[in-house]
C-alpha cells in the first residue's frame, strides 16, 4: 500500500517494457516494508532531458537508466561520480538538494556478481567494446586488475575504447587466453535471438573465470562450453541484481540484499538454456 508519502523512483528506458528492474525493486520495497513505488518510465530519446527534469520537480528521488539514455543521462547531470566520468555513462540518478546526480555501477554490478574472485588474480580478456564494455574494463582496472585485452569485430572501436581508458589496456584480433584470469563476453552474441558466441576455450588455464554478461538465456553456449570444460562460470543475471542496489540504497535509505530469493524472482521467467524458446 502506498500513501501520500510515498517515495518514488523507477527505470527509464525506450522502450521499457521488457525491464525486470520494477519487479526487482519492487519486491525489496515490499521486503523491506517501504512507503515507496518503483515504475516503469517508457521516455522517447528525444524527449528524454526534459522528462527527467520534470520527474526531479515531480518529486522523484531519482531513477535508473537503460538503453538507449546511458549517455543522454550521462548529459543531463550536473554532477557525476569518479566511475560514471570513466565509464562514459550513467545508469542511476539521484535527485536532491535541486540538483541531478549521476552514477554508473554497471562496473561494480559485474564485480559484486563475480562473488570471491579477485581481479589482481590476472589479466583479463573482454569480448565487444560497447558500453558494457568500458564499464567493466573500467572497474577491472580500478580494482587492480594486472591487464584488460580487448578484442572485438570493429577493431578501431576496440582502440578508441582502449585509449580512452589509458592504463593497462591492450587491443588483439584473437582473445589471448592462455594467461587469463578471466574471460568475459559483453558482446550480444549467444544472447536469444543472436547466433551463439563460437570461441574455442581449449587454451584457457584450469583456474579461469568465465562470465557471460547475456542472461537470456542463463546459461549461454559460451557458458556452457567453459562449464563443459570444467571451469568456473558466472551469468549476467549477477550483474543485473547487483548494479541495482546503490540506487535502491539511495532513494529508499535502505542497502537491499542480492540473495537466493530475488535471483529466483529474476530467474522465473528467463529460459535456462540455449537455443531459447
Ligand atoms: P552495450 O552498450 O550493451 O555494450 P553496444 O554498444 O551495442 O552494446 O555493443 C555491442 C557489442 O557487441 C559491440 O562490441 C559489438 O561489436 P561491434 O563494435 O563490432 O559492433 C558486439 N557485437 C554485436 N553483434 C555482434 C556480432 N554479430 N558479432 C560480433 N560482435 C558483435
Known amino acids: 500500500m502506498i500513501t501520500g508519502r510515498a517515495v ?4 527509464a528506458g525506450w522502450p521499457v517494457a521488457h525491464s525486470r528492474s ?7 520495497i515490499e521486503r523491506h516494508g517501504l512507503d515507496a513505488a518503483y515504475v516503469p518510465l517508457p521516455i522517447p530519446p528525444e524527449r528524454f532531458a526534459e522528462a527527467v527534469r520534470a520527474l526531479a520537480a515531480c518529486g522523484f528521488r531519482g531513477m535508473n537508466v537503460t538503453i538507449p539514455h546511458k549517455e543522454a543521462a550521462f548529459a543531463v547531470c550536473d554532477r557525476v561520480t569518479a566511475r560514471a566520468h570513466r565509464a562514459g555513462a550513467v545508469n542511476t540518478l539521484v535527485f536532491a538538494d535541486g540538483a541531478i546526480s549521476g552514477d554508473c555501477t554497471d562496473g561494480l554490478g559485474f564485480l559484486a556478481s563475480l562473488g570471491g574472485f579477485d581481479p589482481r588474480a590476472g589479466p583479463a580478456v573482454l569480448l565487444g567494446a560497447g558500453g558494457a564494455a568500458r564499464a567493466i574494463a573500467a572497474a577491472l582496472l580500478d580494482a587492480g586488475c594486472p591487464r584488460v585485452t580487448l578484442v572485438n569485430r570493429t577493431r578501431a572501436r576496440a582502440g578508441a575504447l582502449a585509449a580512452a581508458l589509458g592504463g593497462a589496456v591492450a587491443v588483439a584480433d584473437a582473445p589471448p587466453l592462455a594467461d587469463a584470469a578471466l574471460l568475459v563476453n559483453t558482446t550480444s552474441l549467444g544472447m536469444a535471438g ?6 574455442d576455450l581449449a587454451a584457457l588455464p584450469p583456474h579461469a573465470l568465465v562470465a557471460d554478461i547475456v542472461y537470456v538465456p542463463r546459461e549461454t553456449p559460451l557458458l556452457h562450453a567453459a562449464a563443459a570444460r570444467g571451469l568456473a562460470t558466472v551469468g549476467g543475471l549477477g550483474m543485473l541484481l547487483h548494479q541495482a542496489v546503490p540506487g535502491f540504497a ?12 530475488v535471483e529466483a524472482l529474476l530467474a522465473a521467467d528467463i529460459p535456462a538454456t540455449w537455443p531459447a524458446r
Open 8 to 11: 518514488l523512483a523507477g527505470v
Open 22 to 28: 520494477p519487479r526487482l525493486h519492487n519486491h525489496w
Open 194 to 199: 543472436q547466433p551463439p558466441l563460437d570461441l
Open 250 to 261: 539511495a532513494w529508499f535509505g535502505v542497502t537491499p540484499e542480492v540473495d537466493a530469493e
